[in-house]
């Protein structure tokens, strides 16, 4: 009968037949490889092979050998690896299924990935009924929730600030309506890792029926013109787009895309919303922990334990850092020196410091961003269970970040706050937006440039001196810089908003804008034509005109085209036609900021 062929093992450099190397290699060398005769197993284990150069001895040669397969895995791991804790020949175990050592598995690429990723990424929720916030998105009544069901969802965009949910509702939708998923993110990835995506897609809606839905991660990192590759896949239907953006569609994302998708906006998470998460992620964290102490006491109440001299390397899971422990895991190790979940209490009253305090803390420090707040929250579960809550706090303070861009919405959203308050002769908000922009390092010469421009617009003719002042402003930021020039812009916010207000130059200009641009081609009047030459005086230019300083009384001209020169542009100081009168709004001025009293301004009962 013919002999099997046999194959070295690239890890122990045991010959093994060639139909048992993949149990080999599964049994981590330690097997006792069968074959399926006694008499070939005794062929393929006294057969000399090369050594593989990883296992040679300090001195350059081989390693030895023995003949006796049960012996040769202990010589290559016991006495190569720990000399010192060399047993006699006769002491060394059997590897047999009976006398193997009960050991922990060894992770597995995976679950080394999840133990890695942040407490925000291994807790996002697996369904819509778990996903908080956004009721008008996730509602069962809601208009996704209804387009999601019906299979009939078509490319959207989700619009939000950051850690709103929308990666985590992304999936939850694509997992409803069972769609192939396939997640990008336009910070790493650029067309030609898009393209290949589009052929896939096209392929298994023919074979298998199955749509795809494509998800671009911060997809207004794509230029206009890469964004255009979506439209023809888009125009057929060979592709759904979900995109993710915390930026305004309307400004990063080029019409034609926009039209063929819709845009749903996400909502800033709130304050009991984020608790609400906080103390779902507290319980989950709790629940791995009391598992894993479970399958720890099993592990040490059962008979098959691990030699004193055994030499194995710990898992580094733990409950906070894989929330979804295996059963199969039978001991772990905690050392002293380093807090984990292992040394605190169980949840709310066992975990005595995460308080409510420390728990509205975190809501409040995370802005609306969930990710922000499990952030906090995986710091403050590995401190130490004696911490106070003054130090947690302070700590949690010290560790969030400021979140402002200068070029996102967050930048132009506070000055708007900050010219709307001083329109609204509110002094205190507009000093408190005004800290928060210098607060977040705000260019000063942006919120300078701004006061020049309200000078004008809303203080105006009610008083001449706001602009000069807004102008010095500007100057004493150039010249003096961060940090004085905060005193100049809180000087000239402080006066912008106790001026009087009028727009009459504003809205006379957008009175003379809309006349303007009826028709652009009405002629200048002769009489205000320039006459700098013979030619033009003879032709009539500037005849008529009355030069004002030559007389000692009122003169007229013609100053307007004939059609329009009846058009009042400019208007009379207190003249109200076109302003609205709104009772409601008016009580409501009297009620909060008047002190109840009536407005010296209304028209008396006659």
């Known amino acids: 009968m013919a002999t ?145 069901e019906k299979g009939a969802l078509g490319s959207i965009i989700l619009w939000g600030p950051p850690g709103c949910g929308k990666t985590t509702l992304a999936r939850l939708i694509a997992k409803r309506t069972d769609a192939n998923f396939r997640e990008l993110s336009a910070t790493v990835v650029g067309i030609n890792d898009v393209r290949p995506l589009f052929d896939e897609a096209k392929n298994t809606l023919q074979l298998t029926g199955s749509r795809t839905i494509i998800f671009l991660d911060e997809i207004h990192r794509f230029t206009r013109s890469q964004q255009d590759i979506f439209l023809p896949f888009l125009e057929r239907g060979y592709v759904q787009l979900i995109g993710a953006t915390t930026e305004n569609p309307s400004f990063k994302l080029n019409g034609a895309l926009l039209s063929r998708c819709r845009v749903f906006v ?150 708007s706050a900050l010219h709307k308050s001083i329109r609204g002769n509110q002094g205190s908000a507009a000093l408190y937006w005004l800290a928060r922009m210098l607060g977040a390092d705000e260019d000063p010469m942006y919120i300078a440039r701004r006061l020049v421009v309200c000078a004008s617009e809303d203080i105006g003719m009610a008083d001449p001196h706001a602009l000069p002042l807004a102008m010095a402003a500007l ?25 009087p207000k009028s727009t009459r130059a504003l809205e006379a200009y957008n009175r003379a804008r809309e006349l303007a641009k009826q028709d652009m081609t009405l002629p200048v009047p002769v009489s205000m034509r320039n006459a700098p030459t013979r030619m033009m005086k003879e032709l009539g230019y500037g005849e008529g005109y009355k030069y004002q300083p030559h007389f000692a009384h009122p003169v007229t001209n013609d100053y307007l085209p004939p059609q329009i020169s009846g058009e009042v542009i400019l208007r009379e100081e207190g003249d109200l036609k076109g302003k609205k009168w709104d009772e409601d709004a008016l009580r409501q001025w009297e009620e909060t900021e008047n002190g109840g009293e009536t407005w010296v301004g209304r028209p008396s009962a006659s």
């Open 4 to 148: 099997s062929s046999t194959v070295t093992c690239p890890i122990c450099s045991r010959s093994v037949p060639e139909e048992l190397i993949n149990r080999h290699l599964d049994a981590n060398c330690r097997d006792s490889i069968s074959g399926p005769s006694t008499p070939k197993r005794a062929h393929w284990t006294s057969s000399k092979r090369p050594v593989a150069p990883i296992f040679k001895g300090l001195s350059g040669g081989p390693a030895t050998r023995s003949d006796s397969p049960t012996l040769q895995p202990s010589q290559h791991s016991a006495e190569n690896r720990h000399p010192q804790k060399r047993k006699p020949a006769g002491d060394l175990p059997r590897f047999s299924v009976h006398s193997t050592p009960a050991k922990r598995p060894k992770p597995t690429i995976g679950s080394r990935l999840q133990a890695a990723s942040p407490l925000a990424e291994r807790l996002r929720p697996g369904t819509l009924e778990e996903f908080v916030g956004q009721a008008h998105l996730t509602g069962p009544d809601s208009f996704l929730s209804t387009l999601a």
């Open 266 to 415: 996400l909502e800033r998470l709130t304050d009991e919303e984020i608790i609400e998460i906080i103390k779902r992620a507290i319980a989950r964290v709790a629940s791995s922990e009391k598992d894993e102490r479970c399958v720890t006491d099993a592990s040490l109440s059962s008979p098959a334990t691990l030699p004193q001299d055994a030499h194995s390397s710990p898992s580094p899971s733990s409950p906070l850092a894989s929330p979804r422990l295996s059963s199969s895991q039978t001991t772990i190790t905690v050392e002293p020196s380093a807090p984990t979940l292992m040394s605190l209490q169980p949840l709310f009253p066992q975990y005595p410091h995460v308080t409510q305090r420390i728990i509205t803390s975190m809501a409040s420090l995370a802005a609306g961003d969930a990710r922000a707040a499990l952030s906090l929250l995986e710091h403050t579960l590995l401190a130490p269970a004696d911490t106070s809550e003054s130090a947690l706090l302070d700590s949690m303070k010290r560790s969030v970040a400021t979140s402002y861009d200068r070029t996102g919405d967050a930048r132009y959203n506070l000055i």
């Open 475 to 499: 100057q004493a930021c150039q010249v003096i810089g961060m940090p004085e020039c905060r005193i100049n812009l809180a000087h000239v916010v402080t006066y912008l908003s106790e001026a």
